[in-house]
């Protein structure tokens, strides 16, 4: 098919099918797109649509972004997982403020410069916002072309992502590139689905080659198993006097980067000991809880809660930017990982 006609046919299907409601389409705008962009790597529509109300309730534009705590944009990006997307989100908007007077650079290559932007992100907000020609590869696009292309491999592969890319390139056209952009990732999201696609509704159905040699479910194809390693580890919800929850906030790289957690340890008596020494303060009415299982992308984590009490009326503890004293009651506006939320919000 050629790319006027694989165009022709997407666009005609997207004037009349399309989602044209989602919030980030109304006042479309650079920061709008590219928040929404980044909520929605790896995941789904509905579950980004309240985050990214709230979100942009609470920051409506790049400067208020900019200029808000680490903690503020953490904690309105708890549950919504892969946490170095909420801190890129800050770096960028403080360099794009500081560095471009808050314009979005125009330029893909100048795009991808900033954190946490890659070609595709790069490419959704030039072709959307600014209607510069420039194609993306989201996973909804992969899933497209890789069945209308019978491309086989791993679509995480160096040499299948440049097999797409080249076919992303050939098909994004010069006129019409925001609503294209748009089309393909409605088709993807609504049609080409992952489960059950709806084929006889798609209008690229009669080039297709996988459903037209009825291997849709072949493509794409998965990423090559892998067993999933199981960690072990005990948090400590330790409450003083006043009813509060002892927290640490977490280094900024690696695992829950820059949220507050409870204190963990593998070992339960060494992980009493080691607050003991950091409160200064003997911890008394030692209790497990309910274990709850989590799910990395690179391990699970099997999390033995450890409920504790400390008479503690000064509160003293070492290294405060590190620890805090926390009342769910009043709660502040700090980041949690969705596990820690739950765990205190049945700490009773």
């Known amino acids: 098919m050629r790319a006027e006609d694989f165009n022709s046919a997407l666009l005609t299907w997207y004037d009349r099918y399309g989602r044209k409601n989602l919030p980030w389409q109304q006042d479309v705008s650079a920061y709008r797109v590219w928040v929404s962009e980044i909520m929605l790597q790896q995941t789904q529509v509905n579950t980004v649509i309240p985050y990214f109300e709230r979100f942009m309730a609470r920051f409506p534009d ?3 972004l900019a200029n808000a705590s680490e903690d503020s944009v953490l904690h309105l990006w708890t549950g919504l997982g892969y946490y170095a997307r909420a801190r890129n989100l800050h770096k960028t908007a403080r360099l794009i403020h500081t560095q471009h007077d808050d314009l979005f650079p125009a330029n893909v290559d100048q795009l991808i410069k900033l954190p946490g932007i890659g070609r595709s992100t790069a490419g959704a907000i030039a072709s959307i916002a600014m ?3 420039a194609p993306i590869l989201d996973g909804n696009v992969r899933r497209v072309l890789c069945r209308f292309h019978a491309v086989s491999g791993w679509p995480g592969k ?3 992502q440049k097999t797409l890319w080249k076919y992303a390139e050939e098909y994004t056209p010069r006129r019409r590139v925001k609503d294209y952009t748009q089309a393909i990732m409605d088709l993807g999201a609504t049609v080409c689905t992952r489960a059950r696609p709806q084929c006889p509704d798609c209008p ?11 291997s849709t479910g072949r493509f794409p194809e998965s990423k090559p198993k892998s067993t999933l390693p199981m960690r072990s580890a005990h948090f400590l919800v330790l409450k ?14 690696g695992i829950w980067g820059g949220l507050w957690s409870l204190p963990q340890h593998e070992d339960s008596n060494q992980l009493i000991s080691n607050m003991e020494t950091i409160t200064g303060c003997k911890l ?4 497990t809880g309910r274990q709850m299982k989590h799910t990395f992308s690179h391990f699970r984590l099997d999390i033995h809660p450890l409920y504790a009490q400390i008479n ?5 503890v070492m290294e405060p930017g590190r620890w805090r004293w926390y009342n769910s009651k009043q709660a502040d506006e700090i980041g949690l990982a969705a596990p820690i939320k739950v765990l205190l919000e049945n700490s009773g």
């Open 204 to 214: 690229l159905n009669q080039q297709c080659k996988a459903y037209q040699t009825g």
């Open 284 to 287: 008394t009415r030692h209790k």
């Open 158 to 160: 160096a040499g299948v």
């Open 131 to 133: 209607g510069i020609r």
């Open 240 to 253: 003083n006097d006043s009813g509060e929850i002892l927290l640490e906030k977490r280094p900024p790289n």
């Open 312 to 316: 503690n009326p000064e509160n003293r």
């Open 62 to 64: 790049i400067a208020q």
